[in-house]
T-cell receptor
Framework: KAGVTQTPRYLIKTRGQQVTLSCSPISGHRSVSWYQQTPGQGLQFLFEYFSETQRNKGNFPGRFSGRQFSNSRSEMNVSTLELGDSALYLC?????????????FGAGSRLTVL | AQTVTQSQPEMSVQEAETVTLSCTYDTSESDYYLFWYKQPPSRQMILVIRQEAYKQQNATENRFSVNFQKAAKSFSLKISDSQLGDAAMYFCAYRSTNAGKSTFGDGTTLTVKP
């Protein structure tokens, strides 16, 4: 069974640009959630999608957005990049996203904003 | 809102010894799930152990066990017979029964000395 695949793994952008990150969940998993990991802030929840609908959203500005497709693949977009957006962006999938369901994480997309 | 606190940013243990990582959380809910995840250097985050709040019995997975104290809102992880491969950052996480959002602590970096 293939794991959670995130692309690209590494990318460098400059301030003001936008970026799109992709996440392919484990087959059969319908929930995809996104987290931002930084040394200073730890793991911060961005949003969660289930069956193409955003179910939960963290406390991030509107520059951060996402979507989920009918095949459960998800993308997140960050517009007007700022230096503080440099982070490891982790995607995690689970069967239904709730309760006991374990999160299976991807390797992450490391974004550097110059 | 739920919060998760890991008061030990770094811990070290001698190979073959036992170490306990601390985690406390704050919630007004009575039913929820708690997790410990492990993130080895430059590798994907994986589940270590899971505990359902309605179960009084502490979860165990081979060398890993938890001490779950619901009234005290404490959820510590004990690693017995520590191995070099246990070196990683460990995250404690909380999830509500019906929510797709997991709240993570800031992590504890565990070093295993040979």
């Amino acid at each position: 069974k293939a794991g959670v695949t995130q692309t690209p793994r590494y990318l460098i952008k400059t301030r003001g640009q936008q970026v799109t990150l992709s996440c392919s969940p484990i087959s059969g998993h319908r929930s995809v959630s996104w987290y931002q990991q930084t040394p200073g802030q730890g793991l911060q929840f961005l949003f969660e999608y289930f069956s193409e609908t955003q179910r939960n959203k963290g406390n991030f500005p509107g520059r951060f957005s996402g979507r989920q497709f009918s095949n459960s693949r998800s993308e997140m977009n960050v517009s007007t990049l700022e230096l503080g957006d440099s982070a490891l962006y982790l995607c995690a999938s689970s069967l239904s996203g709730a309760g006991a369901n374990v999160l299976t994480f991807g390797a992450g997309s490391r974004l550097t904003v110059l | 809102a739920q919060t998760v606190t890991q008061s030990q940013p770094e811990m070290s243990v001698q190979e073959a010894e036992t170490v306990t990582l601390s985690c406390t959380y704050d919630t007004s809910e009575s039913d929820y799930y708690l997790f410990w995840y492990k993130q080895p250097p430059s590798r994907q985050m994986i589940l270590v152990i899971r505990q359902e709040a309605y179960k009084q019995q502490n979860a165990t997975e081979n060398r890993f066990s938890v001490n779950f104290q619901k009234a005290a809102k404490s959820f510590s992880l004990k690693i017995s017979d520590s191995q070099l491969g246990d070196a990683a950052m460990y995250f404690c996480a909380y999830r509500s029964t019906n929510a797709g959002k997991s709240t993570f602590g800031d992590g504890t970096t565990l070093t295993v000395k040979p």
